[in-house]
């Protein structure tokens, strides 16, 4: 920022500065504004502030597993990497809309193999999104992974990874109780509880392969999501207990 002089000033206006927001209107602004961005954005202060990326208690996001239904739209989304590879399923309820991520994966130093056959198990049929960086990481005799998922016969797709925007979309789902959690995924409810900015607001780029997931399944979710093939009969619990994922 330049300096303030005599020919030169800086207004630091708010919503208490404008007259026509009451204050109905303002409770249901702040309501709807995560709470690193509420003084930036009632108050003009630029700052982002650090502590948790979404601030809801994790009780209030989870909910106990049921059986998901055939004509549920289903995705997921996938997040690659040598030290861990994560992977979150969602599905839609077409009556309210809200999506339930129901399964996980999550697993280090394997080979690409190894994860693919663990995503379809829990239904081939289902498309996914990927890290749009796979495309330019590489493993297995400098193949780009994305390439090599898709040979292994995984329908993916590169995510839509606008950050910021999908942190609050994110967020918005779980504040107004459109996104749900199931107890059963142990890994993500463990990164949830960690996911943080810094001080200086930025995110922590440490244990938050499944938060990075999420984000790409809630971005790409009109992309990738849909509804089992009509007459597919595949074995497809949709509880799972994976000892290699962990869960």
């Known amino acids: 920022m330049g300096e303030v002089s005599s020919s030169k000033y800086m207004v630091n206006a708010g919503w208490d500065d404008v007259p026509h927001l009451n204050a109905k209107t303002k ?14 954005r009632s108050k003009g202060t630029p700052s982002l502030g650090s502590g948790a990326i979404y601030p809801v208690a994790l009780e209030d996001v989870t909910c106990t597993p049921f059986a998901i239904p055939h004509y549920w739209k289903r995705a997921y989304a996938l997040d690659v990497g040598w030290n861990r590879t994560a992977c979150i399923w969602g599905a839609q309820d077409p009556s309210d809309g809200v999506i339930y991520a129901y399964t996980e994966h999550y697993m280090g130093q394997a080979i690409p193999a190894v994860h693919a056959t663990s995503i379809k198990a829990r239904g081939d049929w289902i498309k996914g999104a990927i890290d749009p960086a796979s495309r330019g990481k590489s493993q297995d005799e400098g193949k780009q992974l994305l390439a090599l998922y898709q040979q292994l016969n995984l329908k993916l797709t590169p995510a839509i990874n606008a950050v910021e925007p999908g942190l609050y979309e994110v967020w918005t789902l779980l504040s107004t109780g459109r996104l749900r959690i199931f107890t059963t995924l142990m890994h993500t409810q463990a990164e949830y509880r960690l996911y943080r900015r810094d001080e200086h607001g930025k995110v922590v780029k440490k244990n938050d392969h499944l938060m990075d997931a999420l984000r790409y399944l809630v971005m790409t979710w009109h992309l990738v999501s849909s509804v089992k093939p009509a007459g597919l009969h595949v074995h497809e619990p949709t509880l799972i207990s994976d000892s290699k994922a962990g869960y």
């Open 27 to 40: 409770q249901e602004l702040l309501a709807s504004t995560p709470p690193h961005l509420r003084n930036a």
